[in-house]
C-alpha cells in the first residue's frame, strides 16, 4: 500500500487541534473583513473567530477567494517530491469553484509525476459537514484503506453529509441572494428563523421557515430524526457563529434523543461565516442519502 497525505482546505473549520490529530494539511483559504485581508488557518492566528464575529456584526462588509491553482500544486508537490501521493477533499463545487482549480493542479502534477498518485475528492460540504467527512475518511486511512479506496468512499458518501442550520440575521442571507430583501424584512419583523441545508448537489437551500429560535434549534434535530441511519455508531459536529449557547442546546437534544459516539462543537470559521453572520447553528452527520 502506498504512502499518502490527506489534504483539506479551511472552509471545513478543523481546527489545529483536529487537524494534528488526523495528520491532515489544511490550506488556508483567504477572506476579507472591512479593508483587512486575511489567511483563515485553522489556528486562528491572523484573528479570532468571535473578532471576526464581532466586527460583521458591526456591519463590516466580509468577502471569501477561491483557492487557486498554483497554491494547490506548491501544497501538493512538497508531498509528491517525497515520494508521498496525495488526497485532496474539497469545499464543495456547487458553492465555490476551489474543487476545479485543484483537478487543474492534479492533472498538471500527475503529468509531471506519472509515478505518483494525485487525486481530488468533492466533499459537496462546508463548514464542519466537510471537517466530518474528513474526519471519516481518515478513519478509513488508519483501518489500511488504500488512497483509492478511501477517494471513492468521500465520492460515495459526500451525498450522505447532512448538512441543517439556522439563521439569525436574515439580511446576509439576503445580500447573499437566498432571499428577497422582502422576505428578508418580513420575516425579521415577524421573528420567522429559516431552516437550510446543503442539498445533493453541494447547494444551499432554504427548507423551512419558523417563528422563533428555538423552535428553529428544534427543526433541526426533528431533521436529523428523520433522516439519521445508525447515530449511536457516528461522530456528530456542530457549528457556530459566536453562539455556544444555541450549540450546546443541540448537542443536549442530539445526545439525549441519539446518543452518538460523541458530539463535537466548534466555530463555523469566516470562510462560511462570511455569508450567513452571526447567531448561526448548523448540525452534522451522516445519514440518508439526501434528495437531489
Known sequence: MSNYKVITDSAGDLTQEMADELDVEVIPMDFTIGSDTFKNYPDYRCISPHDFYTRIAAGEPSKTTQIGPSVFIETFEKYLKQGTDVLYISFSSGMSGTYSNSMIAAKKLSEKYPDRK???????????????????????????????????????????????????DLNHLKRGGRLS??????????????????????????????????????????????????????????????????????????ESEFRPKEVKIGYMGPIIGAHTGTGLIALFYLGSVKKH
Open 181 to 254: 430583501a422582502s422576505a428578508a424584512l418580513v420575516g425579521t419583523l415577524l421573528g420567522i428563523k429559516p431552516v437550510l441545508q446543503v442539498n445533493g448537489y453541494g447547494k444551499l437551500e432554504v427548507t423551512d421557515k419558523v417563528r422563533g429560535r428555538k423552535q428553529a434549534l428544534d427543526m433541526l434535530v426533528k431533521h436529523m430524526e428523520e433522516t439519521q441511519e445508525n447515530a449511536a455508531a457516528q461522530y456528530v459536529f456542530i457549528s457556530h457563529t459566536d453562539y455556544l449557547e444555541g450549540a450546546e442546546y443541540v448537542k443536549e437534544k442530539v
Open 118 to 168: 494525485v487525486l481530488t475528492a468533492d466533499s459537496l460540504s462546508a463548514s464542519l459537514g466537510e471537517g466530518l467527512l474528513v474526519w471519516d475518511a481518515v478513519q478509513k486511512k488508519k483501518a489500511g484503506a488504500s488512497i483509492e479506496e478511501v477517494q471513492q468512499w468521500v465520492q460515495q458518501n459526500n451525498v450522505r453529509m447532512h448538512h441543517w442550520f439556522t439563521v439569525d
